[in-house]
T-cell receptor, first 113, second 116 residues
Framework: DQQVKQNSPSLSVQEGRISILNCDYT??????FLWYKKYPAEGPTFLIS?????DKNEDGRFTVFLNKSAKHLSLHIVPSQPGDSAVYFC????????????FGQGTILTVHP | EPEVTQTPSHQVTQMGQEVILRCVPI?????FYWYRQILGQKVEFLVS????????KSEIFDDQFSVERPDGSNFTLKIRSTKLEDSAMYFC??????????????FGPGTRLTVT
């Protein structure tokens, strides 16, 4: 089941620079997309989301972009901070479901001071 | 800030034994979920629960699994006869007040289940 894919297992960025995490999906029925952050020994923490009727959503340092024609979304973190170092999961949901989330494999982000 | 809690944090059991994983969702939430993550793999959906019944379940959620919300506060996942391949981190999640969409789920810290 590869409906949601994060092709980069890891990303390393310098503090203060931009982090860009990417996610691709194949299921055209997905209409809501989310990013979660996960630290070791903790559960995923909701970060930001976007509905399929939008192409951009911004919350502080975090912006999510959605390109429906390409079935691609990305998370931009500007400026990156060492505390952002974590695993980032992309997830998607279909409007017809009771909120079932389909997750990508995750990308390990390391922000160096 | 309200949070989802899970107990125990780590459960070790022998193959064939029954286990019950417990969760206390956020109190005014209406939708409840179990997910699992096998080491090195994706987080996978197991089951969703709404209005005191299962609303959706995955292929993984076979007859060995059951869920219950016995007292309006706890939400449990039972595995009747554990297998080695059930070893994973199990996450409980909840969301939703009346009229909202069940997307932005809040996750608990997880229970690590080890089947020997």
């Amino acid at each position: 089941d590869q409906q949601v894919k994060q092709n980069s297992p890891s990303l390393s960025v310098q503090e203060g620079r931009i982090s860009i995490l990417n996610c691709d999906y194949t299921n055209s029925m997905f209409d809501y997309f989310l990013w979660y952050k996960k630290y070791p020994a903790e559960g995923p923490t909701f970060l930001i989301s976007i509905s399929s009727i939008k192409d951009k959503n911004e919350d502080g340092r975090f912006t999510v972009f959605l390109n429906k024609s390409a079935k691609h979304l990305s998370l931009h973190i500007v400026p990156s901070q060492p505390g952002d170092s974590a695993v980032y999961f992309c997830a998607a949901s279909e409007g017809t479901s009771y909120g079932k989330l389909t997750f990508g494999q995750g990308t390990i982000l390391t922000v160096h001071p | 800030e309200p949070e989802v809690t899970q107990t125990p944090s780590h459960q070790v059991t022998q193959m064939g034994q029954e286990v019950i994983l417990r969760c206390v969702p956020i109190s005014n939430h209406l939708y409840f979920y179990w997910y699992r993550q096998i080491l090195g793999q994706k987080v996978e959906f197991l089951v969703s629960f709404y209005n005191n019944e299962i609303s959706e379940k995955s292929e993984i959620f076979d007859d060995q699994f059951s869920v219950e919300r016995p007292d309006g506060s706890n939400f449990t996942l039972k595995i009747r006869s554990t297998k080695l391949e059930d070893s994973a981190m199990y996450f409980c999640a909840s969301y939703g007040t009346s009229g909202s969409k069940a997307y932005e789920q809040y996750f608990g810290p997880g229970t690590r289940l080890t089947v020997t």
